[in-house]
């Protein structure tokens, strides 16, 4: 019983001590204090140029100033640290008398409440003036006269230990490597001074030096102490300020701490934010501007002229190039709404590198947003305004379609003659490039069964599972895109709608690509059949590996809906498979697809099945139900072409509700 308990104070000593040193910092460097993890009370604040200002103009007032971590140390080890800080003492107006000054402060509290607001650079009182109990370090910068505390009368550097009488104190000055002596130094004059104060467990060094100068060789003052007597425990840095009757603007530009003097970081005084100097300083001799001659103003006046004529060109350009379309009733979308000039950054200006697909009616192109989030951006094209509002209003619906087997379409922009749709990023492309393109490795048909499922279960959602039907209209291989696991992704919506009961179908254009396009389309329109057809197509094309119409083959081969009717016909149906499928093929699987698609493609819409069913046939959940070559509507084949399906377009375009660019898309075939 012994034993374990002594294993419990163990384990548990050793999860404290890990703990600590997780909370231990080692050090820090703000060039500005913008994003500065620091402490602030009274007066003092961070001004939004990244000054951190501890006094101003308020009489009798004080502000402090910490690190908000403290740094912890074990009572036992040597006490050491670093800091270097640029700070500057500015009066309200040149030549007058300023405030009492500032200090670094060294403390087991950031708590300094009980200073008195009139002086002491509000780090004591006259309580604790003496004969303090709190253990406070603080080298003071002081820029009035200390009557009755120190024995330098006038402005001076000091080290002070528990209370306002400095142990040591010296004249501010800095030592010059170059003169090889002391160079003295106005604290109160508002320009910037560089302070060090290096403490190595012995010895506290003070240093001083003006801004363009490099740490001098000897430090201004050098005194001998244990400051482990005065800290047990933890210790604060900080800084600290006070006014009196006389204010003064008390300043630190950059600060940096470390631990170890090796691990001190330099500050960069080239992004230091400037501190405003007293009212009414004079530049000095050399950096006064010489008197302009009237030709010179002339001359300045022109070249005023020029660049506010250059500027106005730039922003007439910049104006243009990002220039959107954008009307009243566009308010209630704006959340999905892209900015043009974002997505013109993201994809490069749109750039060939960039271009990831071709269509009939736009391009691909693949973009980067903020936060390394990748989208794909579609350009469609358009001449027509009428239609746009519904067709805005159905794209921003259906970005809230959740499906995983759907792209998710993000949102939507307008400029000028052309649309741009944005959906998220398929990182593996469109699954006709692994099908109809040698430089991709041909999948499998495990793969392609797997994926025949994903866009059966996408498309069954559409029809049965959103709030309201939703009709594709462009099921094909090239808009089946494939995400990083290779899972099928029914993407481009560019052509889908919602199913309205009470639209008149004899004035509904014909869309598609031709292949996959119902009969039924040129005399009904669009439907969740037609949806079924074009499915019952990318079946075939999958499984066979070929797309559903080739005019280069023989008239025999050129449909592939007919020809796998004659080879079933002949007996042959298997010889219709992708010869690039290997041995592990299910032959059986692969014949109850083929037929499958065949019952899809039936010329009889209301004999094709359901995608609900579709889906139960393709998980073997449901046996597909008994038919033939002389079942009605099966190798009927009565292909949609080309001509009829312009004239119905051009005579009965949808304009009221398809913008002309979706129509468009029937008159250049296939393509994304």
Same mark, same amino acid.
């Given at each position: 019983m012994s034993c374990s308990r002594l294993h419990l104070v163990l384990i548990f000593s050793c999860v404290h001590l890990v703990s600590l040193s997780g909370q231990q910092e080692t050090g820090f460097v703000f060039n500005g204090f913008h994003q500065a993890d620091i402490y602030t009370d009274g007066l003092a604040r961070v001004l939004p140029d990244g000054l951190l200002q501890l006094t101003n103009d308020s009489a009798f007032q004080m502000g402090h100033a910490f690190f908000k971590l403290p740094f912890y140390f074990d009572p036992s080890d040597t006490i050491s640290f670093y800091t270097h800080f640029v700070c500057a003492l500015a009066p309200l107006q040149l030549g007058a008398s300023g405030g009492h000054g500032m200090a670094f402060v060294v403390s087991p509290s950031m708590d300094l409440s009980h200073a008195l607001q009139a002086q002491y650079l509000g780090v004591f009182s006259t309580s604790t003036n003496g004969t303090s109990p709190s253990q406070l370090i603080a080298i003071e910068l002081d820029t009035i006269e200390s009557l009755g505390i120190d024995e330098l009368e006038k402005p001076h550097v000091g080290i002070d230990v528990n209370n306002a009488t400095s142990i040591e104190s010296t004249l501010p000055s800095y030592f010059s490597n170059a003169l090889g002596k002391n160079v003295s130094i106005n604290l109160l004059s508002g320009l910037p001074i560089q302070v060090w104060v290096d403490y190595d467990g012995s010895s506290l060094n003070v240093t001083l030096a003006p801004v363009d100068r490099q740490k001098p060789d000897q430090p201004l003052m050098s005194r001998s102490i244990n400051l482990s007597d005065y800290f047990q425990h933890k210790m604060f840095v900080g800084f600290s300020a006070a006014t009196g009757q006389l204010t003064s603007n008390q300043y630190v530009l950059g600060?940096?701490?470390?631990? $170890?003097?090796?691990?001190? #970081?330099?500050?960069?005084?080239?992004?230091?934010?400037?501190?405003?100097?007293?009212?009414?300083?004079?530049?000095?001799? *050399?950096?006064?501007?010489?008197?302009?001659?009237?030709?010179?103003?002339?001359?300045?006046?022109?070249?005023?002229?020029? /660049?506010?004529? /250059?500027?106005?060109?730039?922003?007439?350009?910049?104006? &243009?190039?990002?220039? %959107?379309?954008?009307?009243?009733?566009?308010?209630?979308?704006?959340?999905? @709404?892209?900015?043009?000039?974002?997505?013109?950054?993201?994809? &490069?200006?749109?750039?060939?590198?960039?271009?990831?697909?071709?269509? $009939?009616? $736009?391009?691909?192109?693949?973009?980067?947003?903020?936060?390394?989030?990748?989208?794909?951006?579609?350009?469609? !094209?358009? &001449?027509?305004?009428?239609?746009?509002?519904?067709?805005?209003?159905?794209?921003?619906?259906? $970005?809230?379609? #959740?499906? @995983?087997?759907?792209?998710? =379409?993000?949102?939507?922009?307008?400029?000028?003659?052309?649309?741009?749709?944005?959906? %998220?990023?398929?990182?593996?492309?469109?699954?006709?490039?692994?099908?109809?393109?040698?430089?991709?490795?041909?999948?499998?048909? =495990? #793969?392609?069964?797997?994926?025949?499922? *994903?866009?059966?279960?996408?498309?069954?959602?559409?029809?049965?599972?959103?709030?309201?039907?939703?009709?594709?209209? *462009? +099921?094909? !291989?090239?808009? /089946?895109?494939?995400?990083?696991?290779?899972?099928?992704?029914?993407?481009?919506?560019?052509?889908?709608?919602? #199913?309205?009961?009470?639209?008149?179908?004899?004035?509904?254009?014909?869309?598609?690509? +031709?292949?996959?396009?119902?009969?039924? =389309?040129?005399?009904?329109?669009?439907?969740?059949?037609? *949806?079924?057809?074009?499915?019952?197509?990318?079946?075939?094309?999958?499984?066979?590996?070929? @797309?559903?119409?080739?005019? %280069?083959?023989?008239?025999?081969?050129?449909y592939l809906v007919k020809w796998v009717c004659v080879c079933w016909k002949e007996a042959s149906l298997l010889g219709t498979i992708d010869p690039r499928l290997g041995r592990e093929t299910l032959f059986k699987e692969v014949e109850m697809v083929l037929k499958l698609g065949l019952l899809c493609t039936n010329a009889k819409p209301e004999a094709r099945p359901t995608m609900g069913q579709v889906v139960q046939y393709l998980n073997l959940d449901l046996t597909l139900p008994d038919f033939s070559l002389n079942s009605p509507g099966i190798g009927a084949f009565m292909p949609v072409s080309i001509e009829a399906s312009s004239s119905i377009s051009a005579s009965n375009s949808r304009s009221a509700s398809i913008p002309m660019f979706v129509t468009h898309t029937i008159l250049r075939g296939s393509g994304r």
């Open positions: 600060w940096s701490f470390s631990r $170890g003097k090796e691990l001190l #970081q330099n500050l960069d005084l080239s992004k230091l934010p400037q501190a405003p100097l007293p009212r009414d300083v004079p530049l000095p001799r *050399d950096e006064q501007p010489p008197l302009l001659s009237p030709p010179l103003i002339g001359l300045v006046i022109l070249s005023v002229i020029l /660049v506010l004529l /250059v500027l106005g060109v730039v922003y007439w350009y910049r104006r &243009n190039k990002y220039a %959107e379309v954008r009307e009243p009733w566009e308010k209630e979308y704006g959340p999905h @709404r892209f900015s043009y000039k974002s997505l013109y950054k993201a994809t &490069n200006g749109f750039g060939t590198d960039c271009c990831v697909g071709k269509g $009939g009616f $736009g391009n691909v192109y693949k973009g980067t947003l903020p936060l390394s989030r990748h989208i794909a951006v579609k350009r469609l !094209s358009h &001449n027509a305004e009428q239609g746009m509002k519904q067709f805005v209003a159905e794209v921003v619906t259906m $970005g809230s379609l #959740q499906h @995983r087997n759907l792209v998710p =379409l993000l949102g939507y922009c307008r400029r000028k003659g052309e649309l741009l749709l944005v959906s %998220e990023y398929m990182p593996n492309g469109s699954l006709d490039q692994y099908l109809f393109h040698d430089q991709n490795q041909s999948p499998s048909w =495990l #793969q392609r069964i797997s994926i025949l499922k *994903d866009i059966a279960s996408a498309l069954n959602y559409l029809h049965t599972g959103a709030t309201q039907v939703v009709l594709h209209r *462009d +099921i094909k !291989s090239s808009n /089946v895109m494939l995400d990083s696991d290779f899972s099928g992704r029914l993407g481009d919506f560019g052509m889908a709608r919602f #199913q309205d009961p009470r639209a008149n179908l004899s004035a509904t254009a014909a869309v598609g690509t +031709i292949g996959y396009m119902a009969p039924e =389309l040129i005399t009904m329109g669009t439907s969740t059949k037609t *949806d079924v057809y074009a499915f019952g197509a990318f079946l075939l094309e999958v499984t066979c590996g070929r @797309r559903p119409v080739e005019p %280069e083959l023989p008239v025999e081969k050129q």
